[in-house]
């Protein structure tokens, strides 16, 4: 095993503004917004209406497909409304509006002490799916569909990502420095569904205090180990992890099953002890809210549905005196900039960074030509050509820029925008263009039934 991947870089990380910030639980107050489509695959179908009382843990949606999850009630209160919202995405999409009552009483189902985790696969897996977990570190898979390979026995790694290298971000820090028995309890239950895979927890090597407690509570558990990597810029990325502990590469159109490997972010893997143990659903997770116009960065435990607004309040709003330039659902790296604080945080959501100033828009105005230095192909984790891809979109010639500079394998890192010293905006230009393709592949399968 290596410590790093090829390319990558090295952002100022801004870390240390909520590195100390413990994490705290916080309880909304307003009103509750749960998106239907928090995850990868097709969106949960409402099962509750308006009027109808709801619980904290209570199932408001379920899913609707194989690739798809339930979403889960994170208040007490009565359905306001089952209609459409603005989301993160700035795309109105339909939620279940609750009123909050403030009281968060929860359903029955919850146990305040631990239970028989000696489970069956199936009990396992069940578990699971009917606490609505997703992957908490990405783009949110469903959980149970990632720990329900063909060929579990050909699992070699179940790596828990805590390499957390978006610039800002701490939340993941903080969770393995305070809960780091829970999240071995974890790994060790997800390594009963592989029982030839090994177990590994992947720190970047800026978090001694968290490497010091995953070795700590991994003691004496012989299929478990912590690895400390070296910290770089996208050494989170799940491509990037398995280059690194399985030493091999795979492209877009296989799954990190098809090479041996399950990943998942530990705090995913928490979110499964929870579930297994205490029969505790997913309805809140760790995020940070953090960035220069933020007058108190933080750490939270934050519960699904609550507001933007809300939680940077909690953060002791806006400083005194700055503007808030830009808002960033993630971190200024891979994040998504959200036109309005009015919209709910959801499972996916990992960070609020809040910005004094817009890096994007200063990057706008020194903007040239491209100048041939070949510096975006040095940094690709991947080994792509960013140039010519980027060259390809520009000529309309999408099958060169998928077939023949492999497009599609970029993972929107945005390395490469970091780096070029003209300041092109290409993660930007690769996302559309990967939106488009993808947009003519779903026309052309439809236009085919």
């Known amino acids: 095993m290596r410590d790093t991947f090829r390319g990558g870089v090295h952002p100022n990380e801004r870390k240390e503004l909520s590195r100390k910030a413990a994490l705290r639980v916080f309880d909304a107050k307003g009103e509750m917004v749960f998106p239907l489509a928090q995850h990868i695959g097709k969106p949960a179908r409402a099962i509750v209406k308006k009027g109808d009382p709801v619980l904290v843990g209570q199932r408001i949606a379920e899913a609707d497909g194989f690739v798809s999850a339930n979403v889960i009630c994170s208040c007490s209160g009565t359905v306001k409304a089952v209609e459409k919202r603005r989301t993160i995405s700035g795309a109105m999409q339909e939620c279940v509006v609750v009123d909050n009552d403030g009281k968060y009483t929860e359903t029955g189902d919850i146990y305040d002490q631990p239970m028989r985790v000696d489970l069956t696969r199936e009990e396992i897996l069940a578990a699971v799916k009917d606490a609505g977990i997703i992957g908490l570190g990405g783009a949110g898979f469903p959980t149970h569909v990632k720990l329900a390979p063909k060929d579990p026995l050909a699992i070699r790694y179940l790596i828990a990502n805590g ?191 809040v910005l004094a100033s817009d890096p994007v828009e200063a990057a706008d105005k020194k903007m040239t030509a491209c100048l041939h230095c070949g510096r975006c192909t040095t940094v690709c984790p991947n080994g792509l050509m960013p140039q010519m891809m980027a060259d390809a979109v520009a000529a309309g010639d999408f099958e060169r820029y998928e077939n023949k500079l492999y497009g599609l394998d970029c993972i929107s890192c945005g390395s490469c925008t970091y780096i070029c010293p003209a300041k092109r905006p290409l993660t930007q230009t690769f996302k559309q263009t990967k939106a488009e393709i993808m947009a003519r592949k779903r026309a052309a399968q439809g236009g085919k039934k």
Do not use: W
């Open 163 to 353: 390499a957390e290298c978006e610039p800002y971000i701490t939340c993941n820090d903080q969770l393995m420095r305070g809960y780091a028995n829970e999240i071995v309890e974890g790994m060790e239950i997800v390594l009963t569904l592989f029982p030839a895979a090994e177990g590994v927890i992947a720190i970047e090597n800026n978090k001694p205090e968290a490497i010091a407690a995953m070795q700590k509570a991994a003691a004496g558990h012989k299929r478990i180990r912590v690895l400390g990597l070296r910290t770089k810029y996208p050494q989170g990325g799940e491509r990037s992890l398995i280059k690194v502990i399985a030493g091999v590469d795979y492209p877009i159109t296989k799954l990190p099953a098809d090479v041996g490997c399950i990943v998942d972010n530990v705090g995913t893997i928490y979110a499964i002890q929870r579930a297994v143990v205490y029969h505790e659903p997913l309805f809140r997770h760790v995020m940070t809210v953090t960035g220069e116009a933020v007058k108190e960065p933080s750490n939270f435990i934050a519960r699904d549905g609550t507001s933007f607004a809300e939680l940077i309040e909690a953060a002791g709003g806006i400083k005194d005196g700055v503007e808030a330039k830009k808002i960033i659902s993630g971190g200024p790296m891979m994040g998504i900039a959200v036109s309005t604080t009015e919209v709910p945080i959801t499972k996916t959501t990992n960070a609020i960074t």
